[in-house]
């Protein structure tokens, strides 16, 4: 038994050695970072941390990836809803086509879209502004909140549908108080990868953003100096970000767990 458990440890610890090794990092200098190799910070200082909660530059770069980001995973799983309810439930000329369709989109690279939505947003004004970058997103995570939902409504009953209806529920009604409450599991699963598409991705978010809406991502890009890279603030500013990350998978690591148990995750 013990020798089945050392695989999973040593695992575990491989994948966390690169966390430890960028924490390590984020207490140093630039100068002990370049100046060789230790486990630990030789002089233990708080300066990153203290340059990013005091410039503007930097703390503006998170609280702008987390509006744009927020609006995205609200939008994207509010429009996925009843999109993925209508494939589960009905049948229609073209549906599969439809479905298959909205996750091509899903599997283009960003930098296809990234000239134009630069010019479509320039032209309407939307340029730098968080609602730009949410709706560039969509595109991306609108198609895998569909096909996460819809694999968690096919397992709910029909039979739900037609008592509720019978027991004289409104469509609107059944949706929001019955009906999404039983798949509330499909719901976390599908925010939590639309957060987390949202938060890592740079090149959209760095094309459509100059200076108002500018996130943590395209921040982190422009730390070099006369001196070189400040590696230490810039470790810093990468432990910053994995913390939402982090929470958000606290939150919803039960229904992330029936997702893979479902297929669709």
């Not at 957060?195 to 100059?210: D, N, R």
Request: charged share 10%; proline share 5%; glycine share 6%.
């Amino acid at each position: 038994m013990q020798k089945r458990s050392i695989i999973p440890v040593v695992y575990i610890l491989f994948l966390m050695l690169p966390i430890y090794w960028l924490v390590a990092m984020s207490f140093k200098t630039t100068n002990e970072i370049l100046s060789g190799f230790s486990l630990f910070p030789q002089t233990f200082t708080w300066e990153n941390y203290t340059t990013i909660f005091t410039d503007p530059t930097w703390y503006w770069g998170y609280i702008n990836s987390i509006i744009y980001v927020t609006i995205n995973t609200l939008l994207s799983v509010t429009v996925a809803l009843p999109a993925a309810y209508a494939f589960s439930r009905y049948r229609f000329l073209g549906d599969k086509h439809l479905f298959f369709w909205l996750l091509t989109n899903r599997m283009a690279p960003a930098a296809v879209f990234a000239l134009p939505f630069f010019q479509l947003y320039s032209a309407v004004e939307l340029f730098d502004t968080h609602l730009a970058v949410a709706l560039a997103h969509c595109l991306f995570n609108i198609p895998l909140a569909v096909w996460i939902l819809e694999g968690f409504m096919s397992g709910v009953p029909k039979e739900l549908d037609e008592t509720a209806f019978v027991d004289g529920y409104s469509f609107p009604r059944f949706f929001t108080t019955i009906f999404i409450p039983s798949i509330k599991a499909g719901v976390g699963v599908a925010a939590f990868f639309c957060f987390m598409f949202s938060w890592v991705e740079l090149l959209l978010a760095k094309t459509l953003t100059a200076v108002a809406a500018k996130p943590i991502a395209a921040t982190m890009t422009k730390t070099a100096s006369s001196a070189g890279y400040e590696l230490g603030l810039l470790a810093a500013a990468g432990t910053l970000t994995i913390i939402p990350g982090a929470i958000v998978i606290y939150f919803v690591r039960n229904y992330i767990a029936k997702g893979f148990a479902m297929g669709r995750v």
